[in-house]
């Protein structure tokens, strides 16, 4: 009787999501990754293996503005702001959210809740 550890419980999500999410380029993944201390977000284009833009709380333009800490919710509010305004500015309006294998609570809803504020629709 084995117990499975949360982060594979995560990874084991994130693999059963990934068989139906798929970003084109009419209309690519929002993809999220979350850890204890950061977050970060990238627009990625599944048919071309390409990644159109990204933000995280590690952005040098990011940090320097953050006065919350990176692992929290108004960090991830500031991170779907800047991937939507990254995607914009390359003319990316419709996105596919992936959550990574994460609950959609939390940072991984604060985010995307500020993306759809920004302009991006899924």
């Known amino acids: 009787m084995s117990q499975i550890s949360r982060k594979q419980q995560t990874q084991k999500r994130h693999r059963r999501l990934r068989r139906h999410i798929t970003g084109t380029s009419d ?4 993809a999220v990754f979350r850890s204890n201390n950061h977050i970060y977000a990238q627009v990625i284009d599944d048919a071309a293996q390409s990644t159109l833009c990204s933000a995280s709380t590690v952005d040098k333009e990011l940090r320097t503005g953050l006065k919350a800490p990176a692992g929290s919710c ?49």
């Open 27 to 30: 209309r690519p993944r929002l």
């Open 74 to 122: 108004d960090a991830s509010v500031a991170v779907g702001e800047l991937v939507a305004k990254r995607a914009m500015a390359k003319g990316i309006q419709q996105v596919v959210f992936d959550r990574g294998g994460n609950l959609y609570h939390g940072r991984i809803k604060a985010l995307a809740d500020a993306a759809r504020e920004a302009g991006l629709q899924f």
